[in-house]
């Protein structure tokens, strides 16, 4: 039985709704918040165990809750309406979040520490600039090819071939739209040098942090992969061990038994970290294409899976092996070191 209240907290961006349990999980309040008011609310509660629902802003508050001295629970939404009961409101939200967190089996969602965000929102930036590049060379290689101006796929022929179109009097290009052509053209640039900004900015954070200069050298991990392994595991206490992590981002198979007939499939497509486990999967498979020399015994290893096996199922076994290795350097601060063949 708790011996300290239960405060479940439904977040919104400008109203945040709380319900309050006692050690005996009966409902002592369910009140609305301004935003403005839920600082000075944590400040005055006694020592409670906090819990949220993960959602925007949560790592913000359970942090802030943490630093009043408050147990802090961060909760799946698809756990949290598990409990729900009646109508989809706020109030019944905030019980259910409640409720969820004194359940003793409940798996919660780590809770992000400053620097793990700080790094999480420079690759998610990063991400969009990128997203916006790609969208942006295909909105302008569309439109010119309804001139029959035909571009090879490429961002580098993109950027050489736009300044002679340009130019060009002789094409069908209207001059109306050559501004317009050319406004695009510096946008796509500038993009192309904020892109690269960013990525000497997140070459420069893995090179000044141990942990993520240490999760480089493994096999197929790069400065991307790196920082988001680190800003997902920070140090690793909210994983019991490495195959829990990797059934977290799913890279482990999906089973589905009964009977005690035990079926297992592919791995899942319902993952916690898609963004994370594709960046594995594609440094791994990158690895796997390009290992010219076996050196190692993990390439050893890789060798004989992909005869086994084929490319693909081994990028995604290296990626689950690099996962499990990162929980474990995380979590005992250990070194990486490559075993070599003798």
Known sequence: MNKVNTIGVDLAKNVIQVSVLSPLNKE???????????????????????????????????????????RVKILPAKVVSSFRQGHKTDKNDALAVAE??????????????????????IQRSRELLVQNKTCLSNHIRGL??????????????????????????ENDIPDMFRATLNLMYQRL??????????????????????ACSNLTKMEGVGPISAILLFSTLGTGDAFKNGREFSAYIGLT?????????????????????????????????????????????????LVKLIERAGYGKAAVALANKNVRTAWALLTQGTEYRKELIA
């Open 100 to 121: 969820a967190a004194n359940r003793p089996n409940v798996k919660e969602a780590p809770l992000k520490e400053l620097e793990q965000q700080g790094m999480q929102s």
């Open 189 to 210: 640039l500038d993009l192309r040098d904020d892109v690269g900004l960013l990525d000497e900015q997140v070459k420069q954070l893995v090179k000044n942090n141990e």
């Open 28 to 70: 002592l309040t369910n009140k609305e918040l301004p935003r403005t008011k839920f600082a000075e609310f944590l400040a005055k509660q006694p020592i409670s165990l906090v819990a949220f629902e993960a959602c925007s802003t949560a790592h913000h508050w359970a942090r802030l809750a943490r630093s009043y001295g408050h």
């Open 144 to 169: 010119l090819m309804e001139f029959g101006v035909f571009i090879p796929k490429g961002f580098a022929s993109l950027f050489k071939n736009i300044p002679d179109i340009l130019e060009d009097g």
């Open 253 to 301: 198979p999906k089973q589905h038994s009964s009977g005690g007939k035990a079926s297992l499939m592919g791995i899942s497509k319902f993952v916690a970290n898609k963004r994370l486990r594709s960046v594995l999967i594609q440094g791994a498979r990158s690895y796997v294409h390009r290992m010219k020399s076996v050196t190692t015994k993990k390439d050893e290893w």
